[in-house]
Nanobody, 115 residues
Framework: QVQLVESGGGFVQPGGSLTLSCKAS????????MTWYRQAPGKQRELVAL???????NYGDSVKGRFTISRDNAKMTVPLQMNSLKSDDTAVYTC?????????WGRGTQVTVSS
């Protein structure tokens, strides 16, 4: 079955960096578009970044130029490098994939940016 497991969250000061990772299993990873979303308290879930099977990427406006998504098809992972973090980046970050017409999510990892 499809499983997505996020890791790498934590507490960081403004201006700092973190790298999240999503480990996927249960499907032919290299064929699918992978996404990172985030949701802050009281706010709607928003797209952070996506990467398709060919490696093309797209980013939410609020993270462009600061975050970088990539994929390692051999390891079936989706790293998200986050630089120049701001307090507004505080959220639960979740990895997602649409497989067989169904949206799958991991449990998420908390990122807190605060001084």
């Amino acid at each position: 079955q499809v499983q997505l497991v996020e890791s790498g969250g934590g507490f960081v000061q403004p201006g700092g960096s973190l790298t999240l990772s999503c480990k996927a299993s249960g499907f032919i990873f290299r064929l699918y578009t992978m996404t990172w979303y985030r949701q802050a308290p009281g706010k709607q879930r928003e797209l952070v970044a996506l990467i398709n099977s060919g490696g093309a990427t797209n980013y939410g406006d609020s993270v462009k130029g600061r975050f970088t998504i990539s994929r390692d098809n051999a390891k079936m992972t989706v790293p998200l490098q986050m630089n120049s973090l701001k307090s507004d980046d505080t959220a639960v970050y979740t990895c997602g994939v649409i497989h067989g017409g169904r949206q799958y999510w991991g449990r998420g990892t908390q990122v807190t940016v605060s001084s």
